[in-house]
């Protein structure tokens, strides 16, 4: 009787430890999926977090970062990490008009004269609010990244929105962006990243708006004759975590893995700002591609087009919330 009860405890003992086992198996695995090059903000942000998280963690935690559309594109990332095959990533925020229409916010042409505005409206109460606008789909935002603000690249030079007329140029998956090249007479395709290059390069497309670092590290300006430096637009990202995933991690590793991001995204913002003038010139020096500066009357021109989409979209994201970002400009002045 002793020994039977001896033997099965063992047996429970043993099944025990076996169910165990995989979670003592090895550390936990962040696959990081990304869709541009490492020698941008994002790619040096995402490579921070994992050097950061080696240091401080050790054989707890292994961030493994795909860059390049390498594991998932645009369209598939926020699926395959609410299914569990990727943990982290870094949309722009363009890229979560299926999950919510608060963040098309930041799409709207002309909203933010410089960085700093941005960082004034992401820091207080309504952009830290948006953050959670996920949160219903099972995702959790857990911090902005900056790339920079976004410039016009054509096959002909664009001084006017009149020259924009009739050319097909490539958006991401945003209904604003959408609207805005419309707005212009233009054609908007929503296309994946990866596939933008070759679509300038065959001509399929005539025109893309992207930051200068995305221009020079997948080398646009190599077959766009022509940029506009408009700054009309904002290319910025929300790092994002599923819900499950990371309310189940102990709270120990969850914290350490916050403070490693912060300070990743504080790297990467740097990183962004630096490219956002370094990239420019070497694109300049490369003298594969013109410059186009706006005269005052110009860039007036461009506002003058595209702001009108702002009223379109009211209705979706508030206009308590546009006022707050809008709002963000004068703050500084
Ligand atoms: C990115 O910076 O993540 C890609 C931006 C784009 O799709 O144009």
């Given at each position: 009787?002793?020994?039977?009860?001896?033997?099965?405890?063992?047996?429970?003992?043993?099944?025990?430890?076996?169910?165990?086992?995989?979670?003592?198996?090895?550390?936990?695995?962040?696959?990081?999926?990304?869709?541009?090059?490492?020698?941008?903000p994002k790619g040096q942000m995402a490579n921070k977090f994992?050097?950061?998280?080696?240091?401080?963690?050790?054989?707890?935690?292994?961030?493994?970062?795909?860059?390049?559309?390498?594991?998932?594109?645009?369209?598939?990332?926020?699926?395959?990490?609410?299914?569990?095959?990727?943990?982290?990533?870094a949309?722009?925020?363009?890229?979560?008009?299926?999950?919510?229409?608060?963040?098309?916010?930041?799409?709207?042409?002309?909203?933010?004269?410089?960085?700093?505005?941005?960082?004034?409206?992401?820091?207080?109460?309504?952009?830290?609010?948006?953050?959670?606008?996920?949160?219903?789909?099972?995702?959790?935002?857990?911090?902005?990244l900056?790339?920079?603000?976004?410039?016009?690249?054509?096959?002909?030079?664009?001084?006017?929105?009149?020259?924009?007329?009739?050319?097909?140029?490539?958006?991401?998956?945003?209904?604003?962006?959408?609207?805005?090249?419309?707005?212009?007479?233009?054609?908007?395709?929503?296309?994946?990243?990866?596939?933008?290059?070759?679509?300038?390069?065959?001509?399929?497309?005539?025109?893309?708006?992207?930051?200068?670092?995305?221009?020079?590290?997948?080398?646009?300006?190599?077959?766009?004759?022509?940029?506009?430096?408009?700054?009309?637009?904002?290319?910025?990202?929300?790092v994002?975590?599923?819900?499950?995933?990371?309310?189940?991690?102990?709270?120990?590793?969850?914290?350490?893995?916050?403070?490693?991001?912060?300070?990743a995204i504080?790297f990467g913002n740097?990183v962004?700002?630096?490219?956002?003038?370094?990239?420019?010139?070497?694109?300049?020096?490369?003298?594969?591609?013109?410059?186009?500066?706006?005269?005052?009357?110009?860039?007036?021109?461009?506002?003058?087009?595209?702001?009108?989409?702002?009223?379109?979209?009211?209705?979706?994201?508030?206009?308590?919330?546009?006022?707050?970002?809008?709002?963000?400009?004068?703050?500084?002045?």
């Open positions: 009787m002793f020994g039977k009860l001896t033997t099965t405890l063992t047996a429970i003992g043993l099944s025990a430890l076996l169910l165990a086992a995989p979670a003592l198996a090895g550390p936990i695995v962040i696959k990081f999926s990304h869709v541009v090059a490492e020698n941008t994992r050097d950061l998280v080696k240091e401080r963690l050790g054989d707890k935690v292994l961030v493994e970062v795909y860059p390049n559309s390498q594991l998932f594109g645009d369209n598939k990332v926020l699926e395959a990490m609410l299914l569990g095959d990727v943990q982290m990533a949309p722009s925020l363009s890229k979560f008009s299926r999950y919510t229409r608060k963040l098309q916010l930041y799409d709207l042409p002309f909203l933010f004269e410089n960085m700093d505005a941005v960082d004034r409206f992401q820091h207080g109460p309504y952009g830290q609010k948006l953050l959670q606008s996920v949160s219903s789909k099972g995702l959790i935002g857990l911090g902005y900056h790339n920079g603000l976004k410039q016009l690249s054509a096959s002909k030079p664009l001084r006017v929105p009149a020259d924009a007329r009739g050319l097909k140029f490539r958006i991401m998956s945003s209904d604003v962006l959408a609207a805005q090249f419309k707005a212009l007479g233009a054609t908007p395709l929503k296309k994946p990243f990866s596939e933008v290059f070759t679509l300038l390069q065959t001509r399929a497309i005539d025109g893309q708006e992207n930051t200068w670092s995305n221009i020079y590290s997948k080398k646009f300006y190599e077959v766009q004759p022509y940029i506009t430096e408009s700054n009309h637009g904002l290319l910025d990202y929300m994002v975590t599923s819900a499950e995933f990371w309310n189940g991690l102990p709270a120990d590793v969850r914290s350490g893995l916050e403070s490693a991001l912060r300070e504080a740097q962004a700002a630096d490219k956002a003038k370094s990239d420019k010139q070497k694109i300049i020096d490369s003298r594969r591609s013109e410059i186009i500066e706006l005269t005052p009357a110009e860039r007036a021109q461009w506002v003058e087009v595209m702001k009108p989409v702002w009223k379109q979209f009211e209705g979706e994201i508030g206009k308590e919330l546009i006022d707050a970002a809008y709002g963000a400009n004068q703050a500084g002045k």
